[in-house]
């Protein structure tokens, strides 16, 4: 499934297959933005097809230099990146759109996963608006939406006890549904292969490509197969190839590597104007029948957690005996020695949470990065030949700890306005300008989305007053039940995450307890459960700027927090048997599940 082959994909898309020079000069002859760039290469014929996956593209003669081999080109009218609900949401729209009116539209999802919904942690809590919008039907459809949201619970945790506090209106679960949000991206995938899109699963996207102007997006470049550690090719190399679009949606999810390039790059977002994180970390149970109890939802607030270090618990009981519950903990904490696998170890060892766990086991661990800056972190929607869409743009509802729902509108909104411009406007043609979605900006400023953020605009700052955690709970209380974001001011935040960092000198070393095997684990036995798999000789994906920072500073300043932060034990500090008596910083990369934690919080 979503395995499409070479030749069924190049038969939709619109595939050149032409001499360097002969490219080059077409392209410039058309005046289009997007022709010569440094990605531009000579075609061949493809003389072995097999099907899309992570070890396998395309396979060419045996004779061709790897090092000069020439990259495929496939074009089309609209390009994701990422299969998660964002940008499958745009995917499904957009030819929902067509075939409502008999068009044609040409859509491709790269998604790095092996697999549609890989990427993508189990066990969330979700509001069906924008499903709806998309399949009036789907429960008729079976879509994996089996248990609803039955009960709100709300506590604030001391060492010892679990105390009950009011319910936030915004965080009532009425009407909602726990899910495995995988299982739910896996039914989008294939909703979306049914009408027609093609997706491309094991297919990380590379790079970017820009137009001749620098400034206009034309598509990306998937990686390069066949590459081992020091990114040499091996006897497998198959160039990645090129996608083009007349607009590329990027749905990369937090944090995104090529976002990330392109916001810089673009100036998306004004100076002075920076994202912030939670880092949630997350385990699957299955537990006692008896102490089931199908629908209901608690968060917590408090403990483990101090005064001053925002985040929370939750725990929810989805179908079949399994329990979904993990700890947030906000990347703008101050201690270096503060370890957020370790804290979530604590919260299950909390008696209110370990005697749920008691006699159950563990499915799977994983750990992600969560946008949290709201609607003061925004970047610019659009740009000359794309737009940014779901987390990529940083659209979660903090106090809700949601994000789904907006995601997936986002995709709704924008692929709107794509369908608009490519097929109803006739935009994107051969020596036209790039698109611009100004239509998706507006749509997302009159949206839901917009309203929901702007409304809790003011929650998540509010937790950086001299009050902390105390002054954050009086302030969103007001807020959320009745001000609701009716102030004419707004809170902002207070530094970039990794500089919120502060000197080890000024703190005391945790120490937190040993594992004791039956709920609470080491982190590389936590690391076995993630699925998350890697072969020897793969590119090594964590490399260092500057090699020397990380021992004569981040060592001796901070006593070395990449060790903690990281919820997979990537990091550490071994001795150096080169330089008896020193430290040596080690990467231990086939751990990484992926989080970004690191990208975000090292100083």
Not at 85 to 107: C, S, Y
Not at 113 to 134: K, W
Not at 546 to 572: H, I, M, T, W
Request: aromatic share 8%.
């Amino acid at each position: 499934m979503y395995r499409r082959s070479t030749t069924a994909a190049l038969t939709r898309a619109r595939v050149f297959v032409r001499p360097l020079a002969a490219r080059v000069a077409v392209v410039a002859a058309r005046g289009n933005p997007c022709a010569a760039t440094g990605n531009l290469g000579a075609l061949r014929t493809v003389p072995q097809v097999c099907h899309f996956s992570s070890s396998c593209i395309a396979r060419y003669a045996e004779e061709a230099d790897p090092l000069t081999e020439p990259r495929e080109t496939m074009e089309y009218d609209v390009v994701i990146v990422g299969g998660g609900p964002a940008g499958l949401a745009a995917a499904i729209r957009l030819k929902q759109l067509a075939a409502k009116e008999d068009k044609d539209i040409n859509v491709i999802v790269v998604e790095k996963g092996g697999e549609i919904g890989a990427h993508t942690l189990s066990g969330a809590c979700i509001e069906t608006g924008p499903l709806e919008e998309l399949f009036p039907d789907w429960k008729e459809l079976g879509a994996p939406l089996n248990q609803p949201a039955l009960e709100d619970h709300m506590k604030y945790l001391t060492a010892k006890h679990a105390l009950p506090l009011p319910h936030p209106p915004q965080m009532s679960n009425a009407g909602n549904y726990i899910v495995s949000l995988s299982n739910v991206v896996k039914w989008l995938g294939e909703k979306a292969e049914e009408l027609g899109v093609d997706i491309f699963p094991g297919t990380a996207a590379s790079e970017i490509i820009y137009g001749e102007d620098g400034t206009s997006v034309c598509g990306i470049v998937t990686n390069d197969a066949g590459v081992d550690k020091d990114f040499k090719p091996k006897s497998t190399f198959t160039p990645g190839i090129e996608l083009r679009g007349k607009l590329t949606l990027f749905a990369e999810g937090c944090h995104g590597s090529l976002t990330k390039g392109l916001i810089r790059k673009l100036k998306l977002r004004e100076d002075g104007q920076f994202q912030t994180y939670g880092l949630g970390i997350k385990e699957v149970w299955e537990v006692e029948p008896a102490k089931h109890s199908p629908g209901k939802i608690t968060h917590t607030m408090g403990y483990p957690l101090n005064y001053k270090t925002y985040g929370g618990g939750f725990i929810y009981h989805m179908e079949d005996n399994k329990v979904s519950l993990g700890l947030v903990v906000g990347l703008d904490y101050e201690n270096p020695y503060l370890s957020p696998y370790q804290e979530f170890q604590r919260f299950k060892a909390h008696p209110f949470v370990s005697e749920l766990l008691k006699g159950g086991r563990v499915l799977s661990y994983g750990g992600r990065a969560l946008v949290e800056g709201g609607l003061q972190s925004l970047p610019k929607l659009y740009f000359p030949g794309g737009a940014l869409i779901g987390d990529t743009a940083g659209l979660m509802n903090v106090p809700k700890i949601k994000g789904t729902h907006n995601a997936m509108k986002s995709g709704i909104l924008a692929a709107d306005s794509a369908y608009k411009a490519i097929v109803a406007e006739g935009q994107g043609e051969e020596g036209a300008p790039a698109i611009a979605l100004t239509d998706y900006e507006t749509a997302f400023r009159n949206s839901s989305i917009y309203k929901e953020l702007y409304e809790v605009r003011n929650v998540r700052p509010s937790f950086h007053t001299s009050l902390g955690i105390w002054g954050g709970i009086v302030w969103s209380g007001l807020d959320t039940l009745f001000l609701k974001g009716r102030v004419p001011f707004t809170f902002q935040h207070k530094d970039p995450d990794h500089a919120m960092l502060k000197p080890a000198s000024m703190f005391k070393p945790i120490e937190y307890p040993k594992p004791d095997n039956e709920i609470t684990f080491d982190i590389l036995t936590s690391v076995s459960r993630t699925g998350t798999g890697h072969t020897e000789n793969q590119p090594v994906h964590l490399r260092l700027k500057d090699k020397s920072v990380q021992v004569n500073n981040n060592l001796p300043v901070y006593a070395g927090p990449e060790q903690r932060f990281c919820p997979a034990g990537v990091y550490e500090y071994v001795d150096d048997e080169a330089n008896p008596g020193k430290k040596r910083f080690q990467i231990n990369s086939q751990n990484c599940i992926h989080c970004k934690t690191c990208d975000i919080k090292d100083p």
